[in-house]
């Protein structure tokens, strides 16, 4: 029979994995286009003057078994990724699986790392920790007068919620408050996609902020302070995917899935 072959326009994370399984599960050739120099899209890691940089910050999680099992098969987790063999998540845990428990990242590069998330934003010249969380430094850096205004503008938008969700505006002051969306969301999100929020729909804000909302940053607050539950899976299907505290990173940037294929 004559060989089939696949055109994949981008090497990009979607592109790669298509040409992976399509080598793995048929007898269909791939052939991969990039128009760029470098393989990965925007999930690439960039070497420049001995330091590598991600485009962009990429943290591998997926509340998706197959998912997660395919990541780890090509790039099983660290050895003692914590003291008793297991990663903890979230209040979670799961068993290390045996046959990953060789691979020391001091020794070897193909390795998972698990590392802890920490992302923040600058305002005010200080650092916010983002998702926004409940802590006495948020409150200690906004102020009095600013945290009153944020609680008094969330409870008018709880209350009063606008009707019609239009925009990435209407979708964000709906969960947050007018206050909030104006300091944190507004002046970010314009500068990152270079479009006003009016002008973005509420559907690619659902897609990407999906459920949280200050009400969700409040529930994981107490579930987290209170809850006494120890058992669970890595994959934290419990948990808001932008609430998540622990990620699976690969030794060197995403871009060491390339050596892989």
Aim: charged content about 25%.
């Amino acid at each position: 029979m004559t060989e089939q072959t696949a055109i994949i326009i981008g090497a990009g994370p979607a592109g790669l994995t298509a040409a992976i399984e399509l080598q793995r599960r048929s007898g269909i050739k791939p052939i991969v286009i990039e128009a760029g120099l470098q393989a990965g899209g925007i999930s690439r890691t960039v070497r420049y003057k001995g330091n590598r940089m991600d485009i962009g910050g990429h943290r591998f999680f997926s509340k998706s078994d197959r998912v997660m099992r395919w990541w780890l098969e090509m790039m099983p987790v660290e050895v003692n990724a914590s003291e008793d063999g297991q990663l903890r998540y979230q209040d979670q845990q799961r068993d290390i699986p045996a046959a990953t428990q060789a691979h020391d990242p001091q020794t070897e590069d193909l390795v998972m790392l698990v590392r802890r998330r920490k992302s923040r934003i600058y305002y005010l010249r200080r650092f916010f920790d983002y998702p926004i969380s409940l802590t006495a430094a948020t409150f200690r850096n906004m102020g009095l007068v600013r945290t009153v205004r944020c609680g008094v503008s969330y409870m008018r938008s709880a209350l009063l919620p606008r009707r019609e969700e239009r925009s990435l505006e209407d979708f964000i002051i709906n969960r947050f408050g007018r206050q909030l969306y104006l300091t944190f969301f507004k002046s970010y999100t314009e500068k990152v996609w270079g479009v006003p929020c009016r002008e973005i729909s509420a559907e690619w804000g659902a897609q990407r902020i999906k459920g949280l909302s200050l009400k969700g940053v409040v529930a994981h607050f107490l579930k987290k302070s209170f809850s006494r539950r120890k058992s669970g899976d890595i994959a934290q299907k419990n948990t808001e995917t932008s609430l998540i505290e622990k990620f699976l990173y690969p030794k060197f940037g995403p871009a060491s899935f390339g050596t892989r294929g």
